[in-house]
């Protein structure tokens, strides 16, 4: 069995872009020295799994690589053009050896290409476009994976991937006469044999050893840190020193890109999108970029962004280039536009193609027509995808819809503030275990986001509500530690009655109640006038105040019942809370800013049935217990009392008013309707009509508030224990008929 050697390449890091290039380069040239060479991505540096010695695979760079023929006859700097320096391209042409051969051949078909040409400066617009049919159709095989690499020449012309600038021109500098220039730095044209610095500028390259006398030259976007210029050193500019290796090898590992860009244009998708790992700019997960930088184009502030992979398996280069050559991550059955579609249909995948990490990247423009490759954060790929739930903001387009919305020229600010807060947050919960935080965060924010568009009649216009979010949204959410969730998935979980529904998000917000649909739009479409959603006003305005909005929305919902003709009280929920919870509630306001924050998006989800029918430690208040019996539907208290089908508890007219009014008096008569009340049902209610029971310290207001909250089962049974059948009620069940009146 050969002996395999492994080389750690501590010049190959996945940042900055020339560093992740250039291992590919390594892999793709030395790939002719030893068919059986690998590599894999270990922790911050490229690793090589080699038949070949080190010494062998260096002295076959040195001595035996013959350089891919990159040129660009259509750029102006490129040697072609009267003005451009011509000295590279000439020594590599006029040279001998036969490592520059297929060089030779493909800067002479450049040169018949350009015969007859004016070369005073370099073509624009159609011409450019002819220049570039023909010279593809001349160059030699070895010389098309740059061409295909560097320019798609699509239906309607040719179109850049962001990797190679506009053609292979960066701004001002051209990497094909750079490259031929520092292939002189490294190959003596004239007997082909590596010069004098090329061995240290190897080792400096690859390997990351020490090696003076580095050369000043431009390395365009590919290292924003070795680009020169202001501030990128200690006086007042710089000037970028590299090895000649770099750059040889940077270029050479671009070409994995040839064949993809080819077979995904033929998609009909123009721009960035037509090349491998390639998507738009969106600001999502990336504090570097506002709000509003997300233009792409030369116009824009940007120019895409790449997502490198990396792989800790080792692969060979054709394995490598044949994902390359793929170059597709779809989000469901379409292909990713931007990077929140790509973490999110990375992550779904739970993997892709071997590769476990992406390295993101940013063309962001630095001056003029430059641009810088930033490197961005690096995305581990989940081995467990937890975050198809996401999916449901993409029902009937919604997310896509507002994202575009809220990019238009004329919309409100606020929209693109809350465009950029939910990208961030989509992008990190694509990439992390959902937790209670988390994504409670995205359901408050989601509320606020209703909330916007809701009161915005241009948003409405455009844009539908938020689409009903599954039952994964509330279990994610749940904290089971948190009385603040708790009591807000209780209110969220309000329902109506079998045909005729009455889901709090109809009251938080002006939708109807059946379909994701603007009650403006619901109402006024055929057939509305049989709706009797659409012949009340469900839509309850709120204040922000919790306290004040929950008496406004049970005010809204007992007078909708009447309305609507309800058969039993709009109060039951999927979900409710226990004593414990509901003393919290009714001590204090400090939890009611979480609540109400929250509440908004958990009336957006499906509430899941709550199976906890526990009563919770705290003893039932029997002051609160009299007007919370009322507030419990029939249906409850026929099974709970072992009632008939007639038994009705009815809630008196005036008593929410009186315990909102937080007036003492009001307060004590609302008590005592509430006591007629349960007596003249048939129950036995403690105390009497002219005592009783008192609120003993709660506030009325907040009780009134409180009346709102569904109970669980096991509380509910708790307060009819304490307020109806405890043996100290035995003395009111003699109480005279006449004080039930």
């Not at 937790?435 to 209703?450: C, F, H, K, M």
């Not at 306001?589 to 957006?604: Q, S, W």
């Amino acid at each position: 069995m050969t002996e395999r050697h492994t080389h750690v390449l501590r010049g190959c890091t996945p940042s900055p872009l020339a560093s992740y290039l250039k291992g590919l380069g390594l892999l793709r040239v030395l790939t002719a020295c030893d068919p059986s060479l690998k590599a894999a991505w270990i922790g911050e540096h490229l690793q090589l799994d080699s038949a070949e010695s080190a010494a062998t695979l260096r002295a076959y760079l040195l001595d035996h690589y013959m350089p891919t023929p990159i040129l660009a006859p259509w750029n102006g700097g490129s040697g072609f053009f009267e003005k451009d320096n011509k000295t590279a391209p000439q020594a590599i042409l006029t040279s001998e050896t036969p490592r520059f051969a297929a060089y030779r051949e493909s800067l002479g078909v450049a040169e018949q290409s350009l015969r007859g040409m004016d070369r005073s400066a370099s073509p624009k617009d159609q011409a450019k476009t002819q220049l570039l049919t023909r010279v593809r159709g001349l160059l030699p095989d070895v010389a098309l994976d740059w061409f295909d690499a560097a320019i798609l020449l699509a239906g309607d012309g040719a179109k850049f991937p962001p990797l190679l600038g506009t053609g292979g021109i960066d701004g001002r500098l051209d990497f094909t006469n750079n490259f031929m220039q520092r292939l002189l730095d490294l190959i003596d044209p004239s007997t082909g044999h590596a010069t004098k610095k090329s061995s240290a500028w190897l080792d400096l390259a690859i390997f990351g050893c020490p090696a003076p006398g580095q050369d000043k030259f431009k390395i365009g976007q590919f290292s924003p840190s070795q680009v020169g210029g202001p501030n990128s050193s200690t006086g007042y500019t710089s000037e970028g020193r590299i090895s000649p290796w770099d750059f040889i090898l940077m270029l050479e590992g671009a070409l994995a890109f040839a064949a993809a860009a080819v077979r995904r244009g033929d998609q009909g998708r123009g721009g960035v999108l037509s090349f491998p790992f390639t998507v738009r700019t969106t600001a999502a997960g990336n504090g570097a970029i506002g709000h509003t930088d997300w233009k792409d184009g030369k116009d824009g502030m940007t120019r895409g962004e790449l997502w490198m992979p990396l792989w800790s398996h080792y692969a060979s280069y054709n394995e490598i280039r044949s994902v390359f050559s793929e170059g597709r991550v779809a989000l469901g059955t379409r292909p990713t536009r931007d990077a929140l579609d790509f973490i999110r249909a990375i992550h779904r995948l739970g993997g892709y193609r071997g590769i476990d990490r992406f390295q993101r990247y940013n063309f962001l423009r630095r001056n003029g027509k430059a641009f810088l490759a930033t490197p961005l954060e690096r995305v581990q790929i989940s081995t467990n995808p937890q975050s198809a739930w996401l999916d449901d903001l993409d029902q009937d387009g919604w997310l896509d819809s507002f994202r575009q919305f809220s990019r238009g020229a004329n919309t409100a600010r606020r929209f693109a503030v809350l465009r950029k807060q939910l990208e961030d947050a989509l992008f990190e919960l694509a990439g992390n275990d959902p937790t209670p935080a988390r994504v409670q965060a995205l359901l408050v924010l989601l509320g606020e986001i209703q909330f916007a568009i809701a009161h915005s009649a241009k948003a409405r216009e455009v844009l539908r509500p938020i689409p009903r979010l599954s039952e994964a949204w509330v279990l994610h959410a749940d904290d089971p530690d948190s009385p603040t969730f708790r009591i807000a998935r209780a209110l969220a979980g309000l329902r109506g009655e079998d045909g005729k529904p009455l889901p709090l998000r109809a009251q938080l917000f002006p939708v109807h109640p059946r379909i994701n649909a603007w009650t403006e739009t619901a109402c006024t479409s055929k057939g509305a006038h049989n709706d009797l959603s659409c012949r009340v006003r469900l839509h309850t305005p709120t204040s922000g105040d919790l306290e004040n909005d929950l008496i406004a929305l049970l005010n809204r919902r007992l007078w909708l019942a009447e309305r609507l003709a309800f058969k039993d009280k709009p109060l039951q929920s999927a979900a409710g809370i226990d004593l414990d919870d509901l003393d919290l509630f009714l001590r204090g306001r400090d939890i009611d800013r979480d609540i109400a924050a929250l509440l908004p998006g958990l009336a957006l989800c499906h509430i899941p049935f709550a199976p906890d029918r526990t009563a919770g430690k705290h003893r039932a208040a029997i002051g609160f217990a009299l007007p919370a019996l009322l507030m419990v539907s029939d249906a409850t208290l026929r099974r709970r009392l072992d009632a008939g089908d007639e038994f009705h508890l009815p809630i008196p007219s005036g008593l929410i008013a009186r315990l909102a009014s937080n007036n003492p008096a009001q307060a004590r008569r609302a008590m005592e309707s509430a006591w007629r009340r349960l007596r003249a049902s048939g129950l036995n209610p403690i105390g009497s009509a002219r005592h009783p029971p008192e609120l003993l310290g709660l506030s009325p207001r907040r009780v009134a508030a409180a009346l709102l909250i569904p109970l669980t089962y096991g509380a509910t049974s708790a307060l009819l224990r304490a307020a109806i059948f405890p043996e100290a009620s035995a003395a009111a069940s003699h109480e005279p008929a006449q004080d039930d009146a």
